[in-house]
């Protein structure tokens, strides 16, 4: 299999990825499950709140950067 026809499948995989971390985040909006874990934040599960947006921003930033690498090979730019 080629590197570029890797890199596409690459692509179409962590798009796929992107795409479902933002409906998880919209349909957690919607239903009212980011309003109910902001009121924790007097209480003992208030953790539970920091490390749940920690980790979503640490995961969608990997996913991202790993995105925008296969998107530039993809395209076949290449850094002097």
Avoid at 26 to 51: C, R, S
Avoid at 52 to 71: F, S
């Amino acid at each position: 299999m080629s590197k570029r026809k890797k890199d596409a499948i690459w692509v179409t995989v962590l798009s796929v990825i992107c795409g479902l971390m933002m409906w998880h985040a919209v349909h957690w909006h919607a239903t009212g499950t980011y309003l109910e874990m902001l009121n924790w934040t007097g209480t003992d599960k208030a953790y539970i709140n920091a490390a749940y947006n920690l980790g979503l921003m640490l995961v969608i930033g990997t996913v991202l950067g790993l995105l925008m690498e296969k998107i530039t090979n993809l395209m076949g730019y290449e850094v002097s």
